[in-house]
């Protein structure tokens, strides 16, 4: 009797996990064909390459290009993942492997408070005291003229923002590393930075990939912090210290006091279907590389 409760509840819990996989999936296809349906609109008369890869944006005559958007935020992402992915990695190297257990005690209630801060305190962070330093500090010494409102203020916050998610995920990615590694590898005499080199993040390269692929979807949907600094300026950057409009930041700023103009509805729509589908592709092509890694390992 035991054994055929313990049977049937296997099967029970099995089959559960898997309708809820299938709702999950399901989930997200509804997203995207909802997203799609609300856009449709938008592509009458206007072919995709013309709305992904033209920078006229006049909604009201009609003119949709979304490309100042999607190089706005393609640059702030791209700036906060090259700033924050050494000083995350450096970090929770060193937290891992060299600090000292009161140093621990210190900086992780640190990360998990820095994680837990609302984006718009970050925001407000980055308007008082970057954005002035880009633009007095900083800006003359490359431009002649700068608000400091720009790609690289919004790239610095959302650097910033990501960094305590980075660390934490490389923490627990180097810490699972076993230590009968570490000490096989000092036993045959190599130095501490050599195995931390050899074993413990080449081990853990899957890993990192994927935490860093998560740290990029979350930027990639950072609204309010970004909105806050980046001078929301319909407009191609060339310089980094160019104001940017983030496609979430296009989003938040219009949806509600536009609903009564349906074409800009349906354009604000395809902004929240072209994040949905670069989030998507981009987590799909990670998952190829860290299947062809971790085939490649064994």
């Given at each position: 009797m035991g054994t055929n409760f313990r049977i049937i509840r296997d099967k029970s819990a099995g089959g559960l996990m898997f309708i809820l996989l299938i709702l999950s999936i399901a989930l997200l296809i509804a997203m995207g064909i909802g997203l799609y349906w609300k856009a449709a609109p938008?592509?009458?008369?206007?072919?995709?390459k013309e709305l992904l890869f033209s920078a006229n944006w006049k909604p009201l005559k009609g003119e949709f290009g979304f490309l100042p958007f999607v190089m706005g935020t393609l640059w702030v992402t791209g700036i906060a993942v090259l700033l924050a992915l050494p000083v995350s990695l450096l970090a929770a190297t060193f937290l891992?492997?060299?600090?000292?257990?009161?140093v621990k005690k210190y900086v992780f209630p640190a990360l998990d408070i820095l994680a837990a801060l609302p984006s718009v305190v970050y925001g407000v962070w980055g308007t008082l005291i970057i954005v002035p330093w880009i633009s007095e500090k900083l800006a003359p010494l490359f431009v002649e003229h700068s608000t400091g409102y720009s790609a690289l203020a919004g790239g610095i916050v959302l650097g910033v923002m990501i960094l305590p998610l980075l660390v934490s995920l490389f923490i627990e990615l180097f810490s699972a590393v076993p230590?009968?590694?570490r000490e096989a590898s000092l036993g045959l005499g190599a130095t501490k930075w050599q195995t931390t080199q050899k074993v413990v993040l080449k081990k853990t390269i899957p890993g990192m990939i994927a935490a860093v692929v998560l740290a990029i979807s979350r930027a990639f949907g950072e609204t309010i912090a970004v909105l806050m600094v980046?001078?929301?300026l319909a407009q191609v950057?060339?310089?980094?210290?160019?104001?940017?409009?983030?496609?979430?930041?296009l989003i938040a700023n219009n949806y509600g006091e536009m609903l009564s103009?349906?074409?800009?509805e349906a354009a604000l729509m395809f902004a929240a279907l072209i994040l949905?589908?670069?989030?998507?592709?981009?987590?799909?092509?990670?998952?190829?590389?860290l299947y062809r890694i971790e085939k490649k390992a064994s």
């Open positions: 938008v592509f009458e008369g206007r072919a995709l891992t492997e060299y600090a000292k257990p009161f230590n009968d590694l980046c001078g929301n950057p060339h310089s980094l210290f160019d104001p940017v409009y983030p496609i979430p930041a103009l349906p074409l800009y949905f589908v670069v989030v998507l592709l981009f987590n799909v092509a990670s998952r190829m590389v």
